[in-house]
């Protein structure tokens, strides 16, 4: 490969893009929100949250030394991240902490980036996680959803016009955003109907730290919701 050529990829990948329409950013997030609300269409698109919630637990847990054994995907949408290490300790609590916090943060370090007209490297950075994380998969369902959801973003960034790479790009980051959000309600009631524990990421937060299971997913709530917050004045211009 000449120098030439590494330099158009680099400038592609890593260049500044123009900002899209401010129509394009508003339809691109009333999509999103028709994919979060209405419950069939939640039913398919939250197994793109379970995958950045299943990747948050396993990417912590390798950030605080703790060994990765596998995750999984379920078809209902749930999911398992496996890790070896200290069973309790600042980095098992970040890791469980991790879950229902990745989808949002990633949306907000999204918007961010497309904030600052970085939609290609956006889109190539969301690519590299997905295969980064293939490799730890461990289950057929969980390979199918990694890497159809890969290729969707591998092909965009390819092959599209730049068009088509910020109407995807922002539908994937409000996407995340607004789909973060949901996740902590859905507990909420779930532990409400079971009258309290379960064997949730609250409930093993708070074996771990004796901080009760309600503070835990409260912080979900405040870092879902004011994730949404700034992330939608970053990627509305305001």
Request: proline letters at 5%; a positive charge.
């Given at each position: 490969?000449?120098?030439d050529h590494?330099?158009?990829?680099w400038?592609?990948?890593?260049?500044?893009?123009?900002?899209?329409?401010?129509?394009?950013?508003?339809a691109t997030?009333?999509?999103?929100?028709?994919?979060?609300?209405?419950?069939?269409a939640?039913r398919l698109?939250?197994?793109?949250v379970?995958i950045?919630?299943?990747?948050?637990?396993?990417l912590?847990?390798?950030?605080t030394?703790?060994?990765?054994?596998?995750?999984?995907?379920h078809?209902?949408?749930?999911?398992?991240?496996?890790s070896?290490?200290r069973?309790?300790?600042?980095g098992?609590?970040l890791?469980?902490?991790a879950?229902?916090?990745?989808?949002?943060l990633?949306?907000?370090?999204?918007?961010?980036?497309l904030?600052?007209g970085?939609?290609t490297?956006?889109?190539?950075?969301?690519?590299?996680?997905?295969?980064?994380?293939?490799?730890?998969?461990?289950?057929a369902?969980?390979?199918?959803?990694v890497v159809?959801t890969g290729?969707?973003f591998?092909?965009?960034s390819?092959?599209t016009t730049?068009?088509?790479?910020?109407?995807?790009?922002?539908a994937?980051?409000?996407f995340?955003l607004l789909?973060?959000?949901?996740?902590?309600f859905?507990?909420?009631?779930k532990?409400?109907?079971?009258g309290g524990?379960?064997?949730?990421d609250p409930?093993?937060?708070?074996?771990?730290?004796?901080?009760?299971?309600?503070?835990w997913l409260?912080l979900?709530?405040?870092?879902t919701?004011?994730?949404?917050?700034?992330?939608?004045?970053?990627?509305?211009?305001?």
């Amino acid at each position: 490969m000449d120098t030439d050529h590494i330099s158009d990829v680099w400038s592609r990948v890593f260049g500044v893009q123009p900002d899209p329409s401010f129509w394009l950013v508003i339809a691109t997030g009333v999509l999103a929100l028709v994919a979060v609300v209405p419950h069939t269409a939640w039913r398919l698109s939250r197994n793109a949250v379970t995958i950045a919630h299943e990747g948050g637990h396993g990417l912590i847990a390798l950030l605080t030394g703790r060994r990765l054994q596998g995750i999984r995907l379920h078809s209902d949408t749930s999911g398992l991240t496996v890790s070896r290490g200290r069973p309790t300790g600042p980095g098992m609590v970040l890791t469980a902490a991790a879950g229902y916090t990745a989808p949002s943060l990633l949306g907000l370090a999204g918007a961010a980036l497309l904030a600052a007209g970085h939609i290609t490297a956006l889109l190539w950075g969301a690519t590299a996680l997905l295969l980064a994380m293939l490799v730890m998969i461990r289950n057929a369902y969980g390979v199918l959803t990694v890497v159809l959801t890969g290729a969707a973003f591998l092909l965009v960034s390819w092959l599209t016009t730049p068009d088509v790479q910020a109407a995807f790009a922002y539908a994937a980051v409000w996407f995340l955003l607004l789909g973060g959000v949901r996740p902590p309600f859905e507990l909420m009631g779930k532990r409400r109907r079971a009258g309290g524990g379960t064997d949730s990421d609250p409930d093993q937060l708070a074996r771990l730290t004796h901080v009760p299971a309600a503070v835990w997913l409260g912080l979900f709530h405040v870092v879902t919701l004011c994730s949404l917050i700034g992330g939608g004045r970053w990627l509305l211009g305001l």
